[in-house]
């Protein structure tokens, strides 16, 4: 495994737990950390897990498709058919396509795309030989 690889697995293993954790917080300040600061960690997660993959793309084209797929996403929860409305039972797939449209998220989605945009060059920057 390369250090780019291993880098880029330590810090999903500390995002991704992060991520979740907006959804179960309960203090102060939850009702804005379970909406809107989950979104930052999920257009993290999304990056580095196609940075992780796909190492031939460059970091600004994945934060940039990220940011924009995410954003469709969000359109996507205007939509509401039965079937749509029975997979967002399940914790999982309403943690990946949401349930509820909000323009409040876009700004966040934004951070996070550009929090990850970060994160990417800084792993290229630190493990290129």
Known sequence: ??????FTLIVLLI???LGFFTKFYTGSGSAWVNNSLGGVFYEIFWCLLIFLIYTKLKPVLIATAVFLITCALEFTQLWKPEFLEIL???FLVRTVIG??????????YLIGSL???ALMEMIKRKTKN
């Open 1 to 6: 495994m390369n250090k780019r690889t291993l």
């Open 15 to 17: 995002i991704t737990p």
């Open 88 to 90: 967002r039972e399940n």
């Open 99 to 108: 349930n509820s449209f909000a323009w409040s998220d876009f700004p966040y």
């Open 115 to 117: 929090a990850g945009l």
